[in-house]
């Protein structure tokens, strides 16, 4: 029985041990490490701790990909399988659904784990640089394995709950924001709170005051990011066993159980359908939907309706955007005590800013499921029999998932008209447009390493992106960048190069998706 149930186990990891991508990742990551290490050596005059400043950044890079492989990684454990209706193909198998948990879901745990463990021996050396001691990294590994156990865990409770993946990774998301925004927001909340009330004559002595407060430290309590603000600090001697520790491991148990009790009425309906962001609408109300007609260009029309929701989402984040920034400036209210009305341009960064990341984080959800949504609803054969080419195919989705980003442009536009000098200050930076150069190339690498890799692709593609951008994995382009830089004696210079090798990186990688995709066409 116990064979039984650690089969599909046995097999992820040996899958895992024989792929080379696992281990080339996981080498990439350590090199990523040790070139932070080798740049805080070569800078540590200017540092004051320069042993705690690399290990800092270490630890909040590590933070970073826990939450973006518990966001895209974790939560598509069994959503993948309901995805592509084999769930009940394991189960007929004879495989119990502890078998499934698993093997679908502890050996990614055991995946990310190894990646942690990897880096490990190099955030020693951090303690010859100084600032940093042997328990402050040992309490560190401890919060993050706690925080990526819990993460995972949970990320493996919404995949059993939820029938598709989008849905799983946003109650994920949802719980790794509010542990980490809460805490700082919380108590400035609280305290504007209890001014307005006292200032109107209002009794502040209530069970509210007392219940918010108690809330905000029990969330504070299971934050990772306070954990480890606190471990960094200076003459810390507190035990590795903290109680974020004890609660996100009790916290991991409790939702392993639970995922496991609750795992055949959850997924009792196995639909093999393949699935959409909305549903196509019945005969009757095509019109009110917007879908009565299909444009010219169907394929644009096709993602822009069922990969990214259409019209209807379009006003679904019109007003989510809209709340969001009108609670920005709410808490900029509360914080400064000046409004937004009162500073239209301070008002116009904000919303540039909040913009800027809402479109970077659509296009990278976008850019990692442009492509695999067709070969996951295994849909991509049907559509290359359509009498149009493989390029033509793959930017007219593109075009599709760009269209969705009206509502977010739409602000951003409206954040730089209220201050266009900031924006315009910002634009004659060479700096600026080497991070959009590279962003654009990770998401090349995201869309690319969505047709090669069955999950995981995002913080795939952004741990390959991290180390591309500080030249480790790009030894031919950093020579002539630093030459460049010599002879010229200016880092606008070295940007330029930067920009160049981006583009160029770029170029190859859209080749490298259409060989990829034209390979799938003829299989």
Known sequence: MLGGTTALFTRGLRL???LLRSHLLRFLFAVLIFSGLVWTHINSNTLGAPGREFFRSITYLNVAFISLAGISFFSTAITEEKEEGTLGLLLMAGISP???????????????????????????????????????????????FAYLAFLSNFALFASVYCRRSGKAGGFTCVVVAIPMILPFIGPRWIAWLSRRMAAVGADTDTGFFAAASSAIDAIT??????????????????????????????????????????????????????????????????????LNRVWRNYMMWKDFCFMTGGVKWWLIKFALYGIGLATVAIVLYW???????????????????AMA???????????????????????FLTITLLPISTARMAYAKVAGCLLALVPAVGYFVL????????????????????????????????????????????????????LFSV?????????????????????AAMIMMMIYFGCVSAAALQVLIGLKLRSAAAQ
């Open 335 to 353: 914080t400064t005590g000046t409004a937004i009305s009162s500073g239209i341009g301070q008002g116009g960064e904000i919303i540039v800013g």
């Open 415 to 466: 954040g730089a008209l209220l201050d266009p000098a900031s924006l315009m200050e910002l634009l004659e930076l060479p700096l600026v447009w080497a991070g959009i150069v590279f962003f654009v190339l990770f998401l090349h690498m995201t869309a690319y390493f969505s047709l090669i890799v069955k999950w995981g692709a995002l913080p795939l593609a952004l741990a390959v992106a991290s």
């Open 98 to 144: 502890l078998g499934i948990l698993l093997g679908k879901s502890t050996t990614r745990v055991l995946t990310a784990l190894f990646l942690l463990l990897a880096q490990f021996p190099f955030t020693l050396l951090a303690i010859t640089l100084g600032g940093v001691t042997i328990r402050q990294i040992f309490a560190a590994y401890f919060a993050l």
């Open 221 to 290: 309590n299971v934050s990772v990011l306070v954990r480890i603000d606190a471990i960094l600090t200076t003459g810390f001697s507190e035990s590795p066993v903290s109680l974020q520790v004890v609660l996100h491991l009790v916290s991991a148990l409790a939702f392993f159980l639970l995922s496991w009790a609750t795992f055949d009425s959850l997924t009792s309906d196995h639909s093999t359908e393949p699935t959409r962001l909305i549903d196509v609408p019945q005969r009757g109300k095509r019109r009110e939907n917007g």
């Open 16 to 18: 895992d041990a024989r």
């Open 471 to 491: 030249g480790c994995v790009t030894p031919l382009a950093a020579i002539p960048i630093l030459l460049v830089t010599e002879m010229t004696g200016d880092e």
């Open 357 to 379: 990341i809402a479109i970077m984080v659509e296009l990278s959800i976008y850019a990692s499921n442009v492509f695999r949504q067709e070969l996951r609803d295994k849909t």
